[in-house]
């Protein structure tokens, strides 16, 4: 079906003159985002149902901006949400096909810039959006970078996502987005929901708002630090008033999690900033088969310089090592096993991930010279 002359004529001038286009379907008006920084808007005049005007509405565009007259191209949809659109006319020429998919491809690519972004988020501002463009150094370090962070901000409260809140947080944390105040803000809320604390774990393990007495210092630990073994520097900054707020913090949220998404983010999140310390690279199912290994390779440091070099200095610290390295290799790879099986939440769930919980607490203890 035809658009009728007076659309058609209006819409070719828009192409002319705008950056992006949105049309919203429910009222069929179009707006356009223009080259001068101003906005323009019209009603349309469908002569035939909303939803097939709607479609003759984007193939014009899709047909004089990419050459595709059948509009978006479908087989673009999985390709462009994987960040593979890395032409910059592209990414431009996608803003102007009133398409929320196309959209969303912009905010995935590589090359997104912080001009790109304020074009997108004037055509689609939701959350989604906005945490995809934070991924971006050229978003965080552009004047978007705090805009998209103060959306996320004031979102959070309405947040149900697990997955969403801690992601929203470690994005908004990173350097020059919020004030310190928010921070403070947002890490309170972690006193009743231990998930809105994982952000802080993600983004700014070594500078917690919280900081907790430190361990008692070992000399020998210190010295073995400085002489750079990698096993002594990981256990002495665990030992700083930092590192044991960072493993008071873990295991406050492993005390009473409520979703499958906060135990998962959180492993993940421990092994990663562990990772400088792991040693092998199997992905374990199991715990007790990461223990069983760990005790193999320890009885046989013999074959890792390293190892044997802390055990020789720092025997007494065995324990520690141990736990240590029992944390850096419990990854979220061992609640599989658990939540392949259920998808249960709340107590439910606690009851069913001890296997793995009870022992990541105990390390999580022994590296704070807590008891049992």
Not at 127 to 137: D, G, I, S, T, V
Not at 239 to 245: I, L, T
Request: aromatic share 6%; hydrophobic share 40%; glycine share 6%.
């Amino acid at each position: 079906m035809p658009l009728s002359n007076e659309d058609s004529l209006r819409l070719n001038v828009l192409l002319a003159n705008a950056v992006a286009i949105k049309l919203d379907e429910g009222s069929m008006c179009v707006q356009g985002l223009l080259k001068d920084g101003g906005e323009t808007r019209f009603k349309l005049s469908p002569n035939c149902s909303n939803e097939r005007y709607a479609r003759s509405v984007k193939e014009l565009l899709s047909s004089n901006t990419l050459g595709s007259p059948g509009g978006y191209p479908v087989f673009l949809k999985r390709w462009t949400r994987m960040g593979q659109t890395s032409d910059d006319a592209r990414l431009a020429d996608l803003l102007l096909l009133a398409e929320p998919e196309a959209c969303v491809a912009v905010t995935s690519a590589s090359c997104l810039t912080d001009e790109l972004a304020e074009r997108v988020w004037w055509a689609m501002p939701d959350a989604e959006n906005a945490r995809r463009m934070l991924k971006h150094q050229a978003v965080v370090q552009g004047r978007m970078g705090k805009v998209l962070a103060d959306f996320l901000v004031e979102f959070l409260p309405f947040e149900q996502e697990p997955r969403a809140i801690i992601d929203s947080v470690a994005l908004v944390l990173q350097p020059g987005l919020v004030s310190e105040e928010v921070r403070r803000e947002i890490w309170a809320r972690g006193r009743k929901k231990g998930i809105f604390r994982l952000g802080f774990l993600k983004t700014l393990p070594d500078a917690l708002p919280q900081q907790n007495p430190p361990r008692v210092p070992d000399p020998a630990l210190q010295a073995l630090a400085d002489e750079g073994n990698l096993f002594a520097r990981q256990l002495h900054r665990l030992y700083s008033s930092n590192g044991q707020a960072y493993l008071s913090v873990c295991e406050g949220i492993l005390h009473k999690p409520s979703n499958q998404d906060t135990v998962v983010a959180l492993l993940e999140t421990l092994a990663d900033f562990l990772r400088p310390v792991r040693v092998f690279e199997s992905r374990y199912h199991f715990m007790h088969e990461i223990e069983k290994d760990i005790h193999t390779l320890l009885e046989g440091a013999e074959h890792h310089p390293g190892l044997q070099q802390f055990l020789h200095s720092c025997g007494h610290l065995r324990d520690e090592l141990t736990a240590l390295l029992t944390l850096a290799h419990a990854d979220d790879h061992v609640l599989t096993p658990i939540f392949s099986r259920t998808d249960a939440v709340g107590s439910v769930m606690r009851k069913k991930i001890l296997p793995v919980v009870e022992p990541v607490v105990a390390c999580l203890k022994t590296l704070q010279a807590k008891d049992g």
